[in-house]
């Protein structure tokens, strides 16, 4: 097998002779992955299957569709994002080009996690290649079927010279670091984005970081509560709650959660029926280390289990889980829950929320359900998040326009659709001067005057 070093050297040549640059190249590296996906459908929701028992409805909106979609959008409106943006100018520099050009960076290294384990690589690459860039892929070992699958289709499809996938878990990885990329993109939890930006930081290496944490979802005031209740259950248990924008745990009142809790249970029933272990629209937990911190975290709560509460340890299977009388102090309070349990946490008062939330790091996802716009727009103007969604879950982050990442702690940086672009690309200000107005010069060479200060 090629060492890392290798790899790295052939890709850093290949930019070096700007392959990358010209348009052509890069939407032809667009659609090409475009027919990648084309192609192996079949066999990219075998591998979604073997890794995380993924629905195929759920496996082609969140995995193939949202990089389709990312990929149509780019090639559509690469060419107008090349263009120079001009800048207005002051009066010394009317008589000069000034502009921002967009650049690529160069090699940039994506580092992907599992629980979306193509659409976390290959929706960064479309905006590495848009931008210019030479990618190497680095993708989660956990959902190994999938890391496979890239590892023999890339190659098959994009420029060799150009991309190239390595394999391998946590000591692969911080062997990777060690050297030198333009840019490192990666997706996966707090704990693992310290050690990224440690080792970025020998190289003063920029990175982005896209992280998770614990999204609330605010439930307060008037509104449609069967539909509430629709749209939470599947916003909680798309992917068995292995998302990184899954509500974490609901806030309301008292008297809001004791009219939700048989909504839910109406609600998990008309998704997956009566036997929901038997649903072919429920997948599993992707390891048993994940599923025992789950059931774990289950067994350490001091809560009452509403709904749920079961798991098949030989199957990975976790009911969907509802629990209520959750306290601040409860372990299912203290971590992102990443799995298909729902805690309740009563609050008063909507202010009283609000402060909840704010006592905490800033989530990736903020959700709000309410019919009163007053309360939407509160909760908006008086919290932080990296996105945020009323009256509904995830569906926020399917928007090529919109920018996708995290605030403080839930990352920093952001991409999808021209966000992605720009998140690979410097940034170059570029003035083109003549050799006009030399006397107007003469205004701000020593000896200084202060009269010409004004100029
Ligand atoms: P993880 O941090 O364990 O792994 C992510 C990647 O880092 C993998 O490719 C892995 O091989 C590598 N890695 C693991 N340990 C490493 C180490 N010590 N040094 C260097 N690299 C290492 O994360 P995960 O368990 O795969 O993913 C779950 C987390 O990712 C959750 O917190 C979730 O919220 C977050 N997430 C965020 C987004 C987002 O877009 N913001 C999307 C999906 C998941």
Same mark, same amino acid.
């Given at each position: 097998?090629?060492?890392q070093?290798?790899?790295?050297?052939r890709?850093?040549t290949?930019?070096?002779?700007?392959?990358?640059?010209?348009?052509?190249?890069?939407?032809?590296?667009?659609e !090409?992955?475009?027919?990648?996906l084309?192609?192996?459908?079949?066999?990219?929701?075998?591998?979604l299957?073997?890794?995380l028992?993924?629905?195929?409805?759920?496996a082609v909106?969140?995995?193939?569709?949202?990089v389709?979609?990312?990929l149509?959008?780019?090639?559509?409106?690469?060419?107008a994002?090349?263009?120079?943006?001009?800048?207005?100018?002051?009066?010394?520099?009317?008589?000069?080009?000034?502009?921002?050009?967009?650049?690529?960076?160069?090699?940039v290294?994506?580092?992907g996690?599992?629980n979306y384990?193509?659409?976390?690589?290959l929706?960064?690459?479309?905006?590495?290649?848009?931008?210019?860039?030479?990618?190497?892929?680095?993708?989660?070992?956990?959902?190994?079927?999938?890391?496979?699958?890239?590892?023999?289709?890339?190659?098959?499809?994009?420029?060799?010279?150009?991309y190239?996938?390595?394999?391998?878990?946590?000591?692969?990885?911080k062997?990777?670091?060690?050297?030198?990329?333009?840019?490192?993109f990666y997706?996966?939890?707090?704990?693992? !984005?310290r050690?990224i930006?440690?080792?970025?930081?020998? @190289?003063?290496?920029?990175?982005?970081l896209?992280?998770?944490?614990?999204?609330?979802?605010?439930?307060y005031g @008037?509104?449609d509560?069967?539909?509430?209740?629709?749209?939470?259950?599947?916003a909680?248990f798309?992917?068995?709650?292995?998302?990184?924008?899954?509500?974490d745990?609901?806030?309301? #009142?008292?008297?809001?959660?004791?009219?939700?809790?048989?909504?839910f249970?109406?609600?998990?029933e008309?998704?997956?029926?009566?036997?929901?272990?038997?649903?072919?629209d429920?997948g599993?937990?992707v390891?048993d280390?994940?599923?025992?911190?789950?059931?774990?975290?289950?067994e350490?709560?001091?809560?009452?289990?509403?709904?749920?509460?079961?798991?098949?340890?030989e199957d990975?299977?976790?009911?969907?889980t509802?629990?209520?009388?959750?306290?601040?102090?409860?372990?299912?309070?203290?971590?992102?829950i990443?799995?298909?349990?729902?805690?309740?946490? #009563?609050?008063?008062?909507?202010?009283?929320?609000?402060r909840?939330?704010?006592e905490?790091?800033k989530?990736?996802?903020?959700?709000?359900?309410?019919?009163?716009?007053q309360?939407?727009?509160?909760?908006?103007?008086?919290?932080?998040?990296?996105?945020?969604?009323?009256?509904?879950?995830?569906?926020?982050?399917?928007?090529p326009?919109?920018?996708?990442?995290g605030?403080?702690?839930?990352?920093?940086?952001?991409?999808?659709?021209?966000?992605?672009?720009e998140?690979?690309?410097h940034?170059?200000?570029?003035?083109?001067?003549?050799?006009?107005?030399?006397?107007?010069?003469?205004?701000?060479?020593?000896?200084?005057?202060e009269?010409?200060?004004?100029?």
């Open positions: 097998m090629e060492s070093k290798k790899v790295i050297e890709l850093r290949a930019f070096r002779s700007n392959v990358t640059v010209p348009l052509h190249f890069r939407l032809a590296q667009l !090409a992955l475009l027919s990648l084309e192609d192996n459908e079949a066999q990219i929701l075998e591998a299957h073997k890794d028992n993924k629905p195929k409805f759920e909106v969140s995995d193939i569709e949202l389709a979609n990312e149509r959008y780019t090639i559509c409106n690469l060419e994002w090349l263009k120079p943006t001009y800048v207005s100018k002051t009066l010394p520099t009317k008589l000069d080009d000034c502009f921002v050009r967009r650049e690529p960076l160069g090699v290294l994506i580092i996690a599992w384990p193509l659409q976390l690589i929706a960064p690459l479309v905006g590495a290649i848009a931008a210019g860039n030479c990618a190497l892929l680095k993708p989660s070992e956990i959902s190994q079927a999938t890391e496979q699958l890239l590892s023999e289709l890339i190659p098959k499809y994009l420029s060799q010279e150009c190239a996938v390595i394999c391998g878990g946590a000591e692969e990885t062997s990777l670091l060690q050297n030198r990329f333009d840019h490192i997706t996966g939890s707090q704990a693992v !984005a050690s930006l440690q080792a970025a930081a020998v @190289h003063l290496t920029p990175v982005t896209e992280l998770g944490g614990k999204c609330p979802c605010l439930v @008037h509104l509560l069967k539909a509430a209740a629709n749209r939470l259950v599947w909680k798309f992917n068995v709650g292995q998302s990184c924008v899954a509500p745990y609901v806030l309301c #009142t008292a008297e809001m959660r004791d009219k939700l809790i048989p909504l249970v109406e609600a998990l008309a998704f997956y029926g009566p036997r929901i272990n038997e649903s072919a429920y599993r937990i390891t280390r994940q599923w025992n911190r789950l059931m774990e975290l289950l350490k709560s001091q809560g009452k289990v509403v709904i749920g509460g079961e798991g098949v340890k990975k299977y976790i009911a969907p509802v629990i209520v009388d959750v306290t601040e102090s409860d372990a299912l309070m203290q971590e992102e990443f799995g298909p349990i729902l805690p309740i946490l #009563t609050v008063e008062s909507l202010e009283e929320g609000i909840f939330i704010n905490r790091e989530p990736l996802a903020l959700y709000v359900f309410s019919d009163q716009a309360v939407v727009n509160t909760v908006l103007e008086q919290t932080s998040s990296g996105g945020f969604c009323s009256n509904d879950g995830i569906v926020h982050m399917t928007l326009e919109m920018p996708f990442g605030v403080g702690a839930s990352g920093m940086g952001s991409y999808h659709g021209r966000w992605s672009f998140t690979f690309s940034r170059r200000a570029c003035m083109l001067r003549g050799w006009g107005l030399e006397r107007l010069s003469v205004l701000r060479y020593p000896p200084y005057q009269s010409n200060l004004g100029w």
